[in-house]
């Protein structure tokens, strides 16, 4: 059995959009005397709605929700404009296609808010197929941007590896059928992944470390 495909995660996989948005939502709680539990955060990591953080600051903040959100927002947007992909990433990323394999993503995300970064990291036409939010009915833990994707290659489950950093990202991935490898960041690297799946601390080993991970 051969892997003919990599299908990456973006938030946090490639771009480490996570760590920021978490700290961000921590100095918001610790201006008003709360404590963000990261245990917490990472339920929401890699889907959508499983945890909301409004819920754990006082009233006086939920009714200038709107205003401070423009104003949480802006200030995460402007962090991750100032930073760099993951290390290594991008060498990983680079040699796909030279091996002879093929690369898609799979994210939780909507459409506008990943291709917005990876035009910016010149990343865009990396990607033989973007499976997002937008084409779904079910985010993450779901497999069903896994399947989709898996689908528009024309492969099937087990001839892909998804590179994951969330265990909602990497459930997804599992329940798919496809081999799974977690490469964690900072926030998602305590979470419960299953020692069944792949895992690297970083990309610098290369794409071998993360086809090395695969079981046959």
Known sequence: MTI?????????????????????????????????????WQRGIGTWDAFDPWLGLPESVQQDRHATHERLRTDIHHTIERSDLRPGVRAVLDAIRPAGLRLALATSSDRTWVTRWLHQHGLYDHFETLATRDDVTRVKPDPELYTLAVHTLGLRPHECLAVEDSLNGATAAAAAGLHVVVVPNDVTRTQAFLPEWGRVEGYEGGLESLLATVRV
């Open 4 to 40: 003919k495909a990599v299908i990456f995660d973006f938030d946090g996989t490639i771009l480490d959009t996570e760590t920021p948005e978490f700290t961000h939502w921590q100095a918001l709680y610790r201006q008003h005397d709360r404590q963000l539990k990261l245990t917490d």
